[in-house]
Nanobody, 123 residues
Framework: QVQLVESGGGLVQPGDSLTLSCAASGGTLSDLYMAWFRQGPEKEREFVAG????????KYADSVGGRFEFSRDYVKREFYLQMNALKPEDMAVYYC????????????????WGQGTQVTVSS
């Protein structure tokens, strides 16, 4: 069983940068696809970015491509979402997630979820 815990959310202004972290504990990560989702006010949860824990299949939502970067630290067993040039429409609760269904982007494909961290983008 894999446990995921996010951190790093907060209040930022448009144009700012913010990095979210997800600490993974328990289980073996090598067979998992790790991802970030978000859920804005009155919106459905949507895929943002992801990659195999071992790398090689990085994906981004069209809305964040070129601004957000997925990365991981194998030693710390953490993965990250570097968010640059934040926009008001990026404001959401961000969730990290993991799946044995590699490369999938649907919420229902993910077995493991963090509790979420709020990102507020406002001037």
């Amino acid at each position: 069983q894999v446990q995921l815990v996010e951190s790093g959310g907060g209040l930022v202004q448009p144009g700012d940068s913010l990095t979210l972290s997800c600490a993974a504990s328990g289980g073996t990560l090598s067979d998992l696809y790790m991802a970030w989702f978000r859920q804005g006010p009155e919106k459905e949860r949507e895929f943002v970015a992801g990659d195999n824990w071992a790398g090689g299949d990085k994906k981004y939502a069209d809305s964040v491509g070129g601004r957000f970067e997925f990365s991981r630290d194998y030693v710390k067993r953490e993965f990250y979402l570097q968010m640059n040039a934040l926009k008001p429409e990026d404001m959401a609760v961000y969730y990290c997630a993991a799946s044995r269904n590699r490369g999938k982007t649907a919420v229902g494909d993910y077995e493991y979820w963090g509790q979420g961290t709020q990102v507020t983008v406002s001037s």
